[in-house]
């Protein structure tokens, strides 16, 4: 059971997007930006099905299409799928995680 990864478990990340989205055409920069989220996510928790939340899209887009954030940080939480007919039986929930401060 030592190589075995724990089911749920949840972790913050911070995501640096300007150098995901460097050298991308101004129109497609926050699409982009939203694919590498999903891209990093995947990556980091090992699962196919990446589900995104709604205030990190809204914190993505609210600069408007050509000027996605810099960096974004999120939590990370891998979950289990309810639907007994799903393919995958995790899942990857992509949060947004709140400053509590302010400079």
Known sequence: ????????????????LSKRTHKT??????????????KFAEKAMGTKEVRIDTKVNKYLWKQ???????????R????????????EKLYT???LVEKLYTL
């Open 76 to 87: 990370l939480s891998r979950k289990r799928n309810e639907d007994e007919d799903a393919k």
């Open 1 to 16: 059971m030592a190589g075995n990864k724990p089911d749920l478990v949840s972790r913050d990340y911070t995501i640096h």
């Open 64 to 74: 408007g299409v050509r000027n996605p954030p810099k960096r974004i940080r999120v």
């Open 25 to 38: 055409t101004f129109k497609s920069k926050t699409p982009k930006a939203v694919k590498e989220v999903k």
């Open 93 to 95: 929930l992509v949060q």
